[in-house]
């Protein structure tokens, strides 16, 4: 077998920046010539061809460093088997980092995140040895809600996904007692079939941070049967001691309650539905009402619009149409309609159901742009703005968040208060809805515009700050003053008393 991998060999490369060819030039290939074996040679050619087919050139081009890196520390040990399935993910990991520190390689890098804040992370080389090892393992053959990992295509239920979120597995790693592990992947199964995954993953999350609770404990809980009430009772203290928010805290102990309760049910373990008490549930702490000023979406709708002109229409529609982020991603080609001389919009909201209202003649030339846009660049889709990598989906929240996050820090974004913009794009509803409001709508007609069923969310958006009150109120005070004072210009006497 020749010993080099070509890059043309990979499905990436099709696709790959004439530029970048041009700088690889003669070096498109990875020598595997450095391996032993011919068993290992063919573990990295797999690899490299199945990471070829899953990003780009230019990643798999800065990989190539991580593989020589690689080889070298192979190579300075005699001992190792022929194949990297011959020693344990940890083996392989403990020769590379003696390997790294013989080398003054960190075994850790900073890692930034989108929010602006630094975490340390495995170094680069490290992660590349773990996806390497995890690739090359053995299919697991055994019914996907038996493994430890469910991918959810694999399971044999309708999964009630948000499309603006890409969920492909449930990970029950992180559940670090084995028995507790089993039984609550019972009850995850069963609640998959009819609560929505966003749902499930907030009650495989507080079972996992209960299990690390037990574990830091020295609990030795090893079954859901074992749970009993002073357990219960020393995990409500120390969530609420541990400086978490009230509000998470109690969404927590809500979750745990219903994965406990489901659990007790399949197993026959009665005492799990008599656990908790209804005091047990801490007070949600209310979040207080923000919405941006005039001032902030004039800097950042600045700045926004410097982004891609797809990016731009967006997060401008969103704004326009006062909708949730998931309902504005999830807009179809065919959502605008006219009627009765109006341009009006369908709206399929995802947390509810789907509405109808008018919009202006300049929103929905906006939309028919956007739509145009679509169609002219990937052809017939269901959505008006889709994901690059899956033209079947909506686009991504991560990716909208991602590109309006960098911008906000590479240009400095602040808000009044003097502090970076987070990114929250359920406060452009809350600005559209206040500002319905100050428009001295009645709630009915806010609520409909909003896609409310009802009408109570809208008190919510009437709170304004004591500077809207003045001004608002200023006047009718004023009037109310005169006649009050004109009324009494006849008291003479009686008025100089108490004046």
Partial sequence: MDDRLMYSELGCYGDADEALLRKIGKNGYYDLSP???EAMKDEFRRYILHRGSQVSLNTVQHDKSYYRQLCKAIGTRKDIPDSLLGWEEAKWVQLLKGWMLKNGIALTEEKKSVYGTTHLVEAGLVRYLRRLLRFLQPEDTRMEQEKDVWRLEKLDI??????IYRTETLNFT???????????????YAHLKYEKLGTVKRELSSVRQFSRYLKDKG????????VDRAVIEGYLIHKATNGSSGRGNSDDI????????????????????????????PPEIQPEFKTYSDKELKRLNAHITKLDEQITRCMVIHQMLGTR?????TLRQDCLFHTDGQDMIRIAQVKTSTFRKPVSAELAALIRKAAAYTKERYGETEYIFVDERDISRPLQYTT?????LGMIQKEDLRDDAGKPFGFSTHMFRRSYGAKLTELHLDDWTIAKLLGH???SAVQHYRKMGNQMLADETRRAREEQTRILLASLDGWEEEYEQIR
């Fill in 35 to 37: 391996l032993r074996s």
């Fill in 158 to 163: 309708p999964i009630e996904d948000n499309p």
């Fill in 174 to 188: 992180g559940i670090l007692q084995e028995g507790i592990r089993q039984e609550v992947k019972k009850a995850i």
């Fill in 219 to 226: 609990i030795k809980a090893q079954s859901c049967a074992e």
């Fill in 254 to 281: 809500i979750k745990l309650r219903s994965v406990l309760e489901c659990v007790g049910k399949i197993y026959g373990y009665p005492h799990l539905e008599k656990l908790f008490i209804n005091t047990d549930i």
């Fill in 325 to 329: 982020i998931s309902d504005t991603l």
């Fill in 400 to 404: 909208i968040k991602h590109k309006v």
């Fill in 453 to 455: 069923k009802g009408v």
